[in-house]
């Protein structure tokens, strides 16, 4: 039997038909099926390809519905000739044409400095611990809604309104819903003329920076911060003010007098996480009033705090419209579709509809009315609350597993909430090295060196996000990272074998720990007390209002201390040898590593009885 | 010394020239400079500003060309009221909010100026005569295969690569696609590392000008022209040369030289379709080469020839890679879409995707996945043929009922093709005034003044495009602009009643015409000789190369002339009243206008014999 024309692929996701039809209208472009040549019956490609004969009736009727055959009576199908028209040949000499080739260097006027930049690797998913940011959890991915939103924006008469040429306009349809769904939520209130949507927040910020900043305004940005944004201002000669990050936010000082812009990300700064606090805020709006500067809200991924409430965006408390507020859809619907957007004064949107009129026209027309649909259907809400309650989750057992396996080697910044944890290691760390290391483990960790401007990033700190790991996964990959940070700090940790004080056993140990309280702090930095009651229960109180709370039981065995809490330290028992120093007590894990360091008081005996009343 | 309209910026990147320009145009946009005033001298401002008064003089011819001041003789310059024409007025409540508002306007660094602009009405689809270019036509969408391709790209697996933080790469599937199918049509070879997909064409377009262009190079634009990359350009404040288009496309001269970059729409000139000739292509590569400059080859809507074969690409016959290459996938799958891309030098190509990351990041990547799916399915092929086609039909239909019924009326520009013909019409006529009208009547035109950069544009000409309109409304369409042209020129145009010349009847007007040769000119340009053969049968030969060839009948009944063709004038018997006014032949129909005027020449009695043989 002949060759076959063309091969089946089993793997494809086409139908038998639509794979006939797609693989000989490629061969029939290619040519490598030749032009003049008779196709072959259906009924010897069906035998060939094994295929039903019917299979490739079908698929030679649509080639031939579509132009590419073409039927002569009493002979057969052929190529259509018609298909070749219009065409322009190839001659050879291109090939050779390369050597000679314009000095492009010297012709670039506008390079762009991408400077050091963190790559996470493109196969982070076969890493078993991906603890990165921003990257897409497909399990979270609302395929089957934003499907159905599709189907609708792909109604006849939705693509009259979606396809056509609309010069500078956006979809009410998108607009309405981010103006009565989305902003809401921020507590603002805004016009459809104070909206324009954009190719993501990025192009929001590159449009706001060419209408507002150039070599003559001084703009502030948070440092550490976010690199492309800085990157866009500098690409623009912009003069830059690198204002230093506390725990509650950007500070508001007289460094932000000589700033005509200020730039920051409240709700969770990039890449602390840290959240702004409202007199911080109320002093950046201050300032902004007193000197006549603007600001630039990025609320690129808006506030989820698992903690407290959250706290209302600027513009929304912004009394003189100073405030240019950028987010985007892309946490709920996919940073691939790029759907950003601005709220701002009618006279900055409308300018910057012109220039992003000659940048891009518009954002894609399909996907503004689909995402219109899925807000519509009520679907943005609900991925909302349902990635909030999947990312609270993954964040405090993340927070949970660094406080309990790594308290002696972490702390982590302040944060309420977002999908990172900022965190700082031993002073002689080196991320970089730690980086890679733990890579080769499958432990995948972001350096953030790349986050500041100036030459003052801390080699110890790091980032862990929560975007693209399965909660079930977590504490085994800080294990993980505990053990690696065991293997670094080979003899530089306290082991049980090393350390100072008392080996603590049976009746003394007893006697040492009944009726005391343990104060301590955990890796978050929040205080924490653990009443150790006579009758063998435990109470633990943490963070800093005693908003945490747990109970548990402990007793001694086989000269150990046991305790289990019905929820902290994921309810399961821990046994520990104990030593002494002075007022110190040390618990030491099986394998000899310290878990817990406290300082110890004994109870004045009342108290200690209603402490552990059960109340 | 009173005090100057305007101040320097020493930090500012433009050169003095650009700024006087920029900085006077935004006093005027801003009214700051009042709308009656007369400008200062150039002498007057020189001083003030201490700069030399060619700097001056300049800068103002260069916002005379603009249209932003106008000069009156002896008198001086003034700003040119033309300008708020058609400025929206603000509200109250916008007045009233301002007052408790940032000033924006003082505040505004990048200002677009989008001065004149054609602005199809949004409701054209009511329109029963839409003769715009550019325009969706709803009924030429491949909806089910645009839903086909997007169904696709929502399968789970192919979520899952487009939906994620890619950074800033392309699609590799749509990337192949325009590589194997798309190029090779234009016969331009491309490895992955020589495409970028933008947001449309027009991202391209200003990516190649941020890298490419600043205030000190100059960039050379066709005149009349596309005017967002004219608005592109003089955002970045690169100074502009325009250069004129003739029938082989833009002028290659020595105005060239001074410019380091060419920005050229060889496959149908905008606006006005013309191609460019390859002698024209040749003479621009050498010119780049000699010079060492780059040229951007726009292939927006690329060549639909419908009387020759294509030309080749300037990319594809490009030497030494001084052409970046610009399309886009929106012709066929909408601009609504935003699929355009660029093809050029690995390094530019580089630079430009860095450049696009701190801009859009990527142009969404569902849609890019859906458009190599509905590529790879081969469908872009069969829809190009389709258009192809459709447009072929309408573009002839038009060009040939001009011809016919508006011959006296009207030139047309030599275009082979495109979706826009380039019409001329009478020297008194003001296109603005007729553009009025026609839409009263249901008939849409474009005014042309928009293309142009300086004070050069015609006040009679205009575009008439066949994107939207159907093809069985065009002949119909183009009466109604007769009719409106006949009201508009009462008593300006000759009639039966008012024409010079004896009115031929019966027999004298038999003896008169048989065997004799109508020469004349058709509307766009051509020759054309009909031979009125003794035996009843009418030969008729057009086109340069006489390339349009049709035969029919002619007879006298009524004491008129009656011919009709097998294909020309839509196969029906014309009607005509005849006069002879020495040797030239005057038809006109029923209702007395002139329907057409030629050269009438005796034929020798063998030749006309042989002539009519039938062949």
Redesign the interface.
């Known amino acids: 039997m002949s060759e076959a024309i063309i091969y089946l692929d089993p793997d494809s996701?086409?139908n038998l038909q639509?794979q006939i039809?797609?693989k000989l209208?490629?061969a029939i472009?290619?040519e490598s099926f030749p032009r003049g040549r008779r196709l072959p019956s259906s009924r010897k490609l069906a035998d060939q390809l094994k295929v039903a004969r019917n299979t490739v009736v079908l698929a030679y009727q649509q080639l031939i519905d579509?132009?590419?055959l073409i039927s002569r009576e009493r002979s057969g199908l052929y190529v259509n000739e018609?298909?070749f028209?219009?065409?322009?040949?190839?001659?050879e000499?291109?090939?050779a044409?390369?050597g000679?080739?314009?000095?492009?260097?010297r012709?670039?006027?506008?390079?762009?400095t991408?400077d050091r930049d963190f790559?996470?690797p493109p196969n982070w998913q076969q890493y078993p611990y991906p603890f990165i940011d921003?990257?897409?959890d497909?399990s979270l991915?609302p395929?089957k809604e934003?499907?159905d939103a599709?189907?609708m924006a792909?109604g006849?008469r939705e693509?009259?309104e979606?396809?056509?040429?609309?010069?500078d306009r956006d979809d009410p349809q998108l607009i309405e819903q981010i103006r009565t769904r989305i902003l809401p939520r921020r507590g603002i209130q805004a016009r459809p003329e104070e909206i324009l949507i954009t190719?993501?927040a990025?192009?929001a910020l590159?449009l706001v920076v060419?209408?507002?900043?150039?070599?003559?305004?001084s703009v502030a940005l948070e440092e550490p911060g976010y690199p492309?944004m800085r990157?866009?201002l500098a690409?623009r000669?912009v003069p830059l003010v690198y204002q230093p990050v506390d725990e509650r936010g950007m500070q508001v000082d007289e460094r932000l007098d000589a700033c005509?812009l200020y730039y920051v990300t409240p709700s969770h700064q990039t890449p602390t996480a840290v959240t702004m606090s409202m007199d911080r805020r109320e002093a950046l709006l201050s300032k902004a009033a007193e000197r006549?500067a603007?600001i630039i809200e990025d609320d690129f991924e808006f506030e989820s705090n698992y903690l407290q409430s959250p706290h209302p965006a600027l513009r929304s408390i912004d009394?003189?419209?100073?405030v240019i507020y950028v987010s985007c859809l892309s946490k709920v619907l996919?940073?691939?579709?790029?759907?950003g957007f601005m709220v701002a004064?009618?006279?900055?949107i409308r300018?910057a509809r012109?220039?992003r009129?000659?940048?891009?026209?518009?954002?894609?027309?399909?996907?503004q009315r689909t995402a219109a649909y899925f807000l519509s259907l009520g679907h943005y809400d609900s991925f909302l609350m349902h990635m909030h309650k999947t990312f609270e989750e993954r964040w405090i057992a993340l927070r949970r597993a660094l406080n309990y396996y790594m308290l002696f080697y972490v702390e982590m910044a302040p944060a309420q909430g977002g999908t990172a944890l900022w965190v700082r290691g031993p002073e002689d760390l080196d991320v970089r090295y730690v980086a890679r290391e733990a890579a080769k483990r499958g432990l995948l960790i972001e350096p953030v060196d790349h986050y500041y401007a100036t030459r003052n990033a801390p080699r110890n700190c790091f980032r862990m996000g929560i975007t693209s790991i399965p909660h079930e996964r977590i504490r085994d990959g800080v294990l993980q990272l505990r053990d690696l940070f065991h293997d670094l700090t080979q003899n530089k940790t306290e082991t049980f074998a090393s350390a100072k004080g008392a080996h603590l056993r049976g009746e003394v140990l007893d006697k040492a720990v009944r009726g005391t309280t343990m104060i301590c702090t955990i890796a978050y930095g929040d205080p924490c007390t653990i009443e150790i009651c006579p009758d063998g229960t435990l109470i633990g109180i943490a963070g800093n209002a005693g908003e945490d709370r747990d109970e548990g039981r402990w007793w001694i065995e086989n000269n150990r201390w046991h305790r289990q809490w019905s929820r902290w330290a994921w309810g399961e028992a821990g046994v520990y040898d104990v030593r002494l120093d002075g007022d110190i007590i040390k618990l030491f894990d099986e394998e000899g590593w310290l878990i817990d360091r406290a300082v110890l008081r004994r109870n004045p005996e009342a108290d200690s009885i209603a402490a552990c009343d059960p109340a």
């Open positions: 996701p086409l639509s039809r797609q209208a490629e472009l290619n579509e132009g590419y018609a298909l028209e219009g065409r322009v040949t190839h001659t000499e291109d090939a044409a390369a000679r080739r314009s000095d492009w260097h012709k670039l006027r506008g390079r762009v991408l790559n996470c921003g990257q897409f497909q991915y395929v934003w499907r599709s189907r792909l006849v693509i009259n979606w396809a056509g040429e609309t010069g190719v993501g990025q192009q590159h060419e209408l507002l900043a150039d070599s003559s305004t492309d990157r866009l690409q000669g005509q006549d603007l009394q003189d419209d100073r996919s940073p691939g579709l790029r759907l004064a009618p006279e900055v300018e012109k220039l009129r000659l940048i891009v026209r518009h954002p894609p027309l399909n996907n």
